[in-house]
């Protein structure tokens, strides 16, 4: 059944107007709006950029949402003569649970056929976490600490990274450009070459969040903007490279969304790393293709190229009888 999945200013989509929402046709309604655009300074001889982080704020976004039109068509203009009644219209999605206020801002092209038809409208939210108070998320999927956000694991917004999300992170960033002379009479140019810095990048993430309800999916999910947008920087903590990327939150969108049954949102959240850039030989580790860390034969070890996280200029073991104490000129290195 079709009715009571969405209200507009109270009055059922479907028995009034006689129109639905589309599959996938929710997923930019949901997605969390853009950041507004930081200003930065960028300085030529430093990687990155030097981001001003005391106040992000979310910007509007403009969203399209693909209706299917019954055939009694004369409905389908009721609807487009309501919403330009006055600008900003409340929209209850009881079937995703969640209400929007949305202003038309386009209308495309309507495509007919005997039984059903087509239109996409374009809607203005101009109302980004309006009325938000804060809840601490609670996830009811497995645990899991090799990607954090300020400490706290992604799974605990029940969040899965999935494939593809360390390739983003380890990509190189593209090198800025030095003081370049080109004269018309030379041949060639003149390039300032005395180093190579890096501009900053950005990162995709490839989400996917599971949760049990959609009461709980929305509680983490916006937990999880409201915690991105906080004032300065973010730390993204990647446990495969044992490091931490400063970054801001800059966009989301949504592929998949299924509010029923199996509950999940598949989306990519894209953060911008704008210092510590460089990843060089000393924060990898020995992995497949695939990113599968290498171990050794007996399976007991991983072949690291990492520095590990406890290093001493010497330590000692002790026993009832004997007390031996190793020393070295540099500091000594062992296996978690």
Known sequence: MMTGRLYIDGKDAYTVYGVYVEDGGWNELVAFPPLKPVEAN?????????????????????????????????????????????????????????????RLVGVGSFAAADILGEITLKFADDFPLDGYRYRDPESTIISNDRFQLDTVPFSDYGVHILQGSLSEIVKTPEVKQNLLRDIQSQQGAIYDAQRVTYKAKDVKLSCLMRAETLEELWRNYDALLYNLIRPEERLLWVDDLERDFPCYYKQCSVSEFYPEDRIWLRFDLTLTFFRDLRITDDDMVLASEDNIIIFTEDGNFAIELLPDRYKYPSFRFVNSNTTLRLTGNRDIRFNN
């Not at 910007?59 to 055939?71: G, L, M, N, P, Q």
Request: hydrophobic share 35%; glycine share 4%; with cysteine.
């Open 42 to 102: 960028d300085w030529q001889e430093e990687d990155g950029t030097e981001p001003d982080l005391s106040d992000p704020v979310l910007d509007t976004r403009t969203v399209s949402i693909k209706f299917a039109v019954t055939y009694a068509y004369s409905r389908y203009f009721a609807l487009i003569q309501a919403l330009s009644d006055g600008a900003y219209h409340t929209f209850d999605c009881s079937h995703i649970q969640r209400t929007f206020r949305l």
